[in-house]
């Protein structure tokens, strides 16, 4: 057993496993492009090919967590909803705190049969990393600039593209919008303070915007909201680099499902509706910090062969040409031949390690970091620091129950909150 975990770490076997994972994603890259003109034909078709492509490649990462790492994904379920996993299309929220959250969620869309069709709403930047960003392209992945303004419209129309799609997806979100650090959270915090929200320990304040623009543009095609929150046994802190030094993890997800129509369509009772629920995430976080568990039953779907198969087939095709050209290189070695391929072996290197810094949080964005300063706040224009309030308002009526209430009186609470911020914006000019 110490033996194969020593050969894992070796730096051969890592260098196996990223030559088979660029080199197929580059080769199916090619095979998307050429499905282009397949567009105009069929769009439908093209669609399909497409998922079936994608899936060549992001089962690599998911054999690589769970054949390779060895790393367990234990979901924590109501065993009702448990049949329509995968069965219906569904927007997914998840927290964002983890390196590897995102192949955590993966994995679990394998073992629920809608890997090659899931969708997320991803920072423009990761479309530039080449086979994943460049795969994205192609199966209508949301980008978002993380500037409502220019995101508003972008996001609503390929939001509308997945209408009709035709296959089972999962559409997942990171609301929080980056992921956690202390600072970020510090900061976060402020906003809430400001926006007189409740204060959250284990998530960012949500931005709400890409949730209600999602659920709106989705509705009538989306069945659920999957609330879903990870977390990682014994306080590990899981990477991708430990993954491929084939290091075990322990992942226990929760998900509770929503059906979409217990969701307002109205923009600030949405939000206030998430930011509820990212209350109700932070307890049962809490709850696992106390317990080492979350809330209800075990319901874990079975790991599937066909990622670990996926990627046998295309070592087989790759290694036998590589092992050739190895052969010939060491045969007719030249130094200009050895120099040149000493050379873009560095420059693979240098890609991949920045291809491995995408997914690490010490790299992380500036996103949500910087300080928003009072000035700031009170410069927000009169309504909308009005409709926050009422947001708050609303949601703290939601937490005591007196929803119906407030949606009968709902006109007269926001006439009055808006009169209220006026007075009080032009009195603190
Ligand atoms: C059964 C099993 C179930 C589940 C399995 C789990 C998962 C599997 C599912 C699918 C897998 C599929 C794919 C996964 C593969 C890979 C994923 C990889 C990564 C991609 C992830 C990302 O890229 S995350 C980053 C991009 N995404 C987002 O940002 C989404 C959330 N963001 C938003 O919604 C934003 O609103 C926005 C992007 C639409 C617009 O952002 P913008 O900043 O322009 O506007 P905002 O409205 O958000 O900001 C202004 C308001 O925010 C307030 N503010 C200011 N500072 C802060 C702060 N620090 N924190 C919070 N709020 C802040 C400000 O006051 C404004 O307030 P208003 O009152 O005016 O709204
Ligand atoms: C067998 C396979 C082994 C090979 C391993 C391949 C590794 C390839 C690495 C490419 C990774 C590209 C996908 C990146 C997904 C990263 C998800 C992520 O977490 O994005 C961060 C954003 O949400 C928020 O950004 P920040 O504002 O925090 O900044």
């Known amino acids: 057993m110490a033996l194969l975990q020593q050969l894992k770490s070796q730096f051969v076997c890592q260098m196996i496993i990223w030559y ?80 590897i959250d995102f192949l955590c969620g993966w994995t679990f869309c394998d073992r ?77 915090m402020q906003v809430a303070e400001s926006k007189g929200l409740p204060k959250l320990k284990y998530h960012l304040l949500p931005r709400t915007k890409g949730f209600w623009i999602t659920v709106q543009n989705l509705r009538g095609t989306v069945a659920a909201v999957y609330d879903s929150t990870l977390n990682f046994r014994d306080n590990e802190a899981p990477n991708l680099l430990g993954i491929l030094n084939g290091r075990k993890y322990h992942a226990d997800l929760y998900v509770r499902r929503i059906p979409l129509e217990l969701i307002p369509e109205d923009e600030a009772e949405c939000a206030a509706w998430l930011h509820k629920l990212y209350q109700e995430k932070d307890s049962f976080q809490e709850h696992y910090t106390q317990t080492g568990r979350f809330p209800g039953p075990i319901v874990s779907p079975p790991q599937r062969p066909w990622a670990l198969i996926n990627w046998l087939f295309w070592a087989c095709l790759l290694l036998y040409p590589l092992g050739l050209l190895l052969a010939q290189l060491i045969s007719t070695a030249s130094i200009m031949t050895i120099l040149a391929s000493v050379a873009l072996c560095s420059a ?82």
């Not at 997914?92 to 983890?98: A, G, T």
Request: charged letters at 20%; hydrophobic letters at 40%.
């Open 348 to 429: 693979v290197s240098v890609g991949v390690r920045w291809m491995i810094g995408q997914t690490e949080i010490d790299r992380s964005s500036s996103y949500g970091n910087k300080e928003v300063s009072s000035k700031q706040q009170l410069k927000t224009p009169d309504l909308l620091r009005a409709a926050s309030l009422h947001r708050y308002l609303y949601a703290s009526c939601v937490n005591t129950h007196l929803a119906g209430l407030v949606q009968q009186v709902q006109p007269c609470f926001k006439a009055q909150c808006s009169l209220n911020l006026m007075l009080y914006s032009r009195s603190s000019r």
């Open 112 to 188: 629920f049969g809608v890997l090659g069709s899931s969708k997320v709403l991803a920072k423009k930047e990761l479309s530039y990393v080449p086979v994943i960003g460049w795969m994205w392209y192609f199966l209508e992945i949301v980008f978002c600039k993380r500037k409502w303004e220019e995101d508003r419209k972008t996001v609503a129309q390929s939001l509308q593209n997945l209408r009709d799609y035709p296959e089972n997806y999962w559409f997942l979100l990171f609301c929080e919008g980056t992921r956690f650090t202390p600072k970020k959270h510090q900061i976060s």
């Open 20 to 99: 088979v994972f660029l080199v197929s994603g580059l080769i199916i890259n090619l095979l998307q492009i050429c499905t282009l003109p397949l567009w105009l034909v069929s769009k439908q078709l093209a669609r399909r090919i497409n998922i079936r492509l994608g899936y060549c490649i992001s089962s690599q990462m998911v054999a690589a967590l769970e054949w390779w790492s060895g790393t367990e994904c234990t979901l924590y379920t109501d065993p009702k909803s448990y049949p329509l996993y995968g069965n219906e299309n569904a927007i997914v929220v998840l927290n964002h705190s983890h390196e």
